[in-house]
């Protein structure tokens, strides 16, 4: 059974600069390296998948207030200062346009002191990997016809989530994930929202504009926040299906 810890004060502002790290650090690397900016959840934080092989191998990962740079046979770990010296440790340029989609944050004046509080970018990585478990056992649920895309972190937004075909309609397709806030809630919720304008049955449950939430601090009181959160994301699916 996962538990799901206390909020410290600092994650909302750790949030954001963290975000900054994944999306012009971290994102940045891996779209250098392969064209692709998708993220994953790591231990601790978040992660760029593995690129290259051999001696070219490399790996890009935050845990807690540190940058983990794994390289062929080497690995850098650094304390998340400010973005200067983490682009020139990885070897990214952050003069160069980038985007990441709508929601791209800017990188700021990059030598500003970014003050990531390690505890609270540690509970921000427990909550991806929260998440990414809780998707994981819906879409084994739904079944390859649901035809899933890949569980990210996108850096856009900082949601892990992904998207599955489902519902009576052809065509139709279904955003699923966990956002670790923003700014109209600080809190991380978990998330069912359809592309389209269906919203059917249990009006109750389509809490949101763009479908339906359910905060952190329900889950954390539930008995089983994991199979809580099973439940709500399956009974939106259900919903849908429906009709």
Do not use: K
């Amino acid at each position: 059974m996962d538990t799901l810890p206390p909020l410290p004060p600092a994650l909302p502002a750790t949030r954001v600069a963290l975000q900054r790290v994944a999306t012009h650090v971290v994102a940045r690397r891996r779209h250098h390296r392969s064209g692709r900016f998708g993220l994953r959840p790591s231990p601790g934080g978040i992660a760029a998948p593995a690129t290259g092989a051999g001696d070219d191998l490399e790996v890009l990962r935050t845990d807690g207030d540190m940058l983990i740079f794994e390289r062929g046979a080497t690995a850098t770990a650094v304390v998340m200062g400010d973005l200067t010296a983490l682009a020139a440790l990885v070897g990214v340029d952050l003069d160069a346009p980038f985007d990441a989609g709508h929601g791209t944050p800017p990188v700021g004046d990059p030598d500003d002191p970014l003050g990531i509080d390690g505890e609270a970018a540690r509970v921000l990585g427990a909550w991806w990997t929260f998440t990414s478990s809780v998707l994981d056992e819906v879409v084994g649920w739904l079944g390859t016809g649901a035809a899933a895309s890949v569980i990210q972190v996108w850096p856009e937004h900082f949601d892990a989530a992904c998207d599955v075909a489902w519902g009576p309609g052809e065509g139709q397709r279904v955003n699923i994930g966990g956002s670790p806030g923003d700014a109209g809630d600080p809190a991380p919720y978990l998330y069912v929202g359809p592309w389209g304008p269906e919203r059917p049955g249990d009006p109750a449950y389509w809490n949101a504009g763009f479908g339906a939430v359910l905060g952190y601090e329900e889950l954390r009181a539930a008995d089983d926040p994991r199979a809580a959160g099973v439940a709500f994301v399956r009974r939106g699916l259900e919903l849908l299906a429906a009709g």
